[in-house]
């Protein structure tokens, strides 16, 4: 990987985020630290590769599809939509507020058994779901916004918000990245990056998609799931 590679690919989350560069970064120093963004985006980089390693890749009839930035984010870097329990699992935005019935299959129906049985992929889509509840402090900073809005919703409203170690988080579910798509539009395929002439690393570097990376490089050794 070589500077224009690092400053494609933040081209690219900056607009996955619709934030600018000075976001996260004071723009005289780049390699420094000053906003609590920077560390969350450093963060999610991390859950970036954990999801499409551990997941996405490991779906026995995985189309290809990784998940990116922008497979949650929608060109917003907070405020994203997951649905809440009390209103039929139909999606609400974060003041709890219904917005139109998640169209893939309710989530009570493709969480019973023998849906899960027969759909192997959402499966793996439910245990990824689980896996960031449990594990979501280990990915973002947590919110200030979110403590003070957790105290004024009604406890049946808090399905999109965890409490990990008295903190309140905002977690995504499935229609922060569906959205009532079968495959989420902000996903990305590898048919899409690998025809470009660098590999699609400016979209989605490597070391991000889940499988072995040479160090020297920055290259995949083996993509995950595409042996
Ligand atoms: C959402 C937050 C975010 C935005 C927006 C963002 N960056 Fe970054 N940037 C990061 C993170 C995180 C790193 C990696 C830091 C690390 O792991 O050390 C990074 C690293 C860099 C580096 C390498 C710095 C070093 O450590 O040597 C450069 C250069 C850079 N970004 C430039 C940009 C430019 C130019 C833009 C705007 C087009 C931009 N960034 C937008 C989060 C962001
Ligand atoms: C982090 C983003 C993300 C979340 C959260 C997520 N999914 Fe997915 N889902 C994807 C991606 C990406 C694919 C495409 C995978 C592929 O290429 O095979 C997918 C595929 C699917 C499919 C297969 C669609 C098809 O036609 O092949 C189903 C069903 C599904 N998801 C259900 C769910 C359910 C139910 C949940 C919540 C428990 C959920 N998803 C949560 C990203 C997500
Ligand atoms: C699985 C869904 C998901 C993915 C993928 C994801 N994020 Fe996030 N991100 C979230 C959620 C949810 C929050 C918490 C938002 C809130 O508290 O309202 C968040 C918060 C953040 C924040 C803090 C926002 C703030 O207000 O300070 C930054 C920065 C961020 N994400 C950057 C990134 C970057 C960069 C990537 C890609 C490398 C990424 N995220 C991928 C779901 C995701």
Redesign the pocket.
């Known amino acids: 990987m070589d500077t224009g590679e690092i400053w494609g690919y933040m081209i690219h989350?900056s607009g996955?985020?619709g934030v600018g560069c000075q976001?996260?970064h004071d723009i005289n120093n780049f390699a420094a630290d000053p906003y609590?963004?920077?560390i969350?985006?450093r963060l999610?980089?991390r859950?970036?590769n954990d999801?499409n390693g551990q997941f996405l890749s490991q779906i026995p009839t995985w189309g290809g599809n990784y998940?990116?930035?922008a497979?949650?984010?929608h060109g917003q870097?907070?405020?994203?939509l997951a649905f809440s329990e009390r209103n039929d699992y139909r999606p609400v935005n974060?003041v709890g507020e219904v917005l139109q019935p998640w169209s893939i299959d309710t989530y009570a129906i493709a969480t019973s058994t023998e849906f899960v049985n027969q759909h192997p992929t959402t499966g793996k889509m439910l245990s990824m779901v689980n896996y960031?509840r449990e594990n979501w402090d280990r990915?973002?900073?947590?919110?200030p916004e979110?403590q003070a809005l957790l105290a004024e919703l009604p406890v049946n409203d808090r399905q999109d918000y965890i409490v990990i170690d008295e903190t309140v988080?905002?977690?995504?579910n499935c229609y922060?990245?569906h959205q009532g798509n079968r495959i989420p539009a902000g996903a990305i395929t590898r048919w899409e990056l690998n025809r470009r002439a660098d590999g699609g690393w400016t979209l989605l570097p490597d070391m991000?998609r889940g499988g072995e990376v040479d160090p020297e490089t920055g290259r995949a050794i083996e993509s995950a799931g595409t042996n």
């Open positions: 989350i996955s985020l976001y996260c609590p963004a920077k969350s985006a999610m980089l859950l970036v999801l998940v990116q930035c497979t949650c984010h870097p907070n405020n994203m974060a960031m990915y973002v900073l947590p919110d979110n988080y905002s977690v995504p922060t990245c991000l």
